[in-house]
C-alpha cells in the first residue's frame, strides 16, 4: 500500500457553514504535504477528520488504510499529532516529559536519541515552564515523534518562531522526512510549505483550489516573466529576449534590472481570491 491519506468527497457542516465542502485529497507515504488557507477555510477541520478528532457528514477517509471514524489502538499508535499548543506539565523536565509519553507506545523510540533529533540535548533537564517558545515547539514534536509514528500531523508548527529557529526546525522536519516519515502540515507560511513540501494544496472556503508542487502551482512555471528596469516594465514570455534588446538599447549594463517569476505568495493570493 502507498498511499497514505485518501480523502473522496469529505464534507463537514457546522449549523450553516459549511466548512469543508466535497474535498478529494491523495497524500502518499514518505511525502511532505502542506495544506496551505487562509484562516476559516478549512484546514484544522479537515486535519481533525483525519486524526479521527472529528466526524464528518459525507465522504470517503482513508488513513493508513482505516476510516478514523472507526479507530484502532494499533492506528493511532502509528500516528504523531503536533497540536497547536501544549503548555501542560510545565513542571516536568524534557526529559521526564519525553520518558513519561514513549511508555504510551508499543514501538516507542529512545527518548535520549529523540531528545538530540530535536535539539534539546542540552535542556534536557530544564524544565518545560523554563524554555523559550521555539524550545517548547521542539518538546512539541518530540512528543510527536516519540511513538515512532508512520504518519505526523503538524499544525502549523512555526507560528511564532523567530527566521533563525524557523529554519533550525525545518531542518529538523526534514531530517524525519529523510527517515521515511509521512509528514502532513498546514501552515500559513508560503516559505515553509515552499521549503518543505514537495506537494502543496491550496485550500478556500472548504474546497482544494489548486494541488501540486509548489514550483509550478496555478501555473506559475509558465506564467509571463515580468523584466523591470529604472525606467520601464514588461510582462513578457520572451524574457531573454527583452533583456538583449535593453542591453543594446543602453549599451551594456541595464540600470536596476530584474527579472521576476510570480512567487507562490503571488499565486495563492490570486487562487484564494478567485470567485467561486
Ligand atoms: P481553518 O483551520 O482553515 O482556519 P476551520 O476548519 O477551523 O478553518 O474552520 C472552517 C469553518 O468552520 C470556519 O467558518 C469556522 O468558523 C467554522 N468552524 C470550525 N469549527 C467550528 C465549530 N466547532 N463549530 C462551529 N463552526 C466551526
Redo the contacts with the bound molecule.
Keep these: 500500500m502507498t498511499t497514505a491519506i485518501h480523502v473522496r468527497g469529505l464534507t463537514k457542516r ?2 450553516d ?1 459549511q ?2 465542502g466535497g474535498l478529494d485529497l491523495e497524500i502518499k507515504k514518505g511525502e511532505v504535504f502542506a495544506i496551505l ?12 477528520i483525519l486524526e479521527g478528532y472529528r466526524t464528518r457528514d459525507a465522504g470517503e477517509v482513508r488513513v493508513l488504510g482505516v476510516d478514523p471514524q472507526k479507530p484502532t489502538r494499533e492506528w493511532r499508535a502509528k500516528l504523531g499529532i503536533v497540536l497547536q499548543t501544549a503548555n501542560d506539565a510545565a513542571e516536568l523536565t524534557v526529559r521526564e516529559t519525553i520518558r513519561h509519553f514513549a511508555a504510551y507506545y508499543p514501538m516507542a523510540r529512545d527518548p535520549e536519541e529523540v531528545i538530540a533529533k530535536v535539539g534539546l540535548t542540552e535542556k534536557a533537564d530544564v524544565r518545560i515552564r523554563k524554555l523559550s517558545g521555539g524550545q517548547r515547539r521542539r518538546v512539541d514534536v518530540a512528543l510527536g515523534v516519540i511513538g515512532n509514528p508512520e504518519l505526523l500531523f503538524l499544525d502549523e508548527p512555526t507560528t511564532g518562531f523567530d527566521p533563525e529557529a524557523r529554519r533550525q526546525f525545518w531542518d529538523l522536519i526534514k531530517g524525519l522526512a529523510a527517515e521515511g516519515t509521512t509528514i502532513l502540515l ?1 501552515t500559513h507560511y508560503l516559505d515553509e510549505a515552499e521549503a518543505l513540501a514537495k506537494r502543496v494544496a491550496v ?1 478556500a472556503r ?1 474546497r482544494i483550489v489548486a494541488a501540486g508542487d509548489p514550483a509550478t502551482l496555478g501555473g506559475r512555471a509558465t506564467a509571463k516573466a515580468k523584466v523591470t528596469w529604472a525606467d520601464g516594465l514588461v510582462e513578457t514570455d520572451t524574457p531573454t529576449r527583452t533583456v538583449l534588446e535593453l542591453s543594446r538599447r543602453y549599451d551594456g549594463e541595464v540600470p536596476g534590472l530584474a527579472v521576476t517569476r510570480p512567487t507562490l505568495e503571488d499565486i495563492y493570493l490570486t487562487l484564494i481570491e478567485a470567485p467561486e
Excluded: C, M
Aim: aromatic share 4%; proline share 5%.
Design positions: 457546522y449549523g457553514v466548512a469543508v488557507g487562509p484562516n476559516g477555510a478549512g484546514k484544522s477541520t479537515t486535519v481533525e498546514t485550500i472548504g
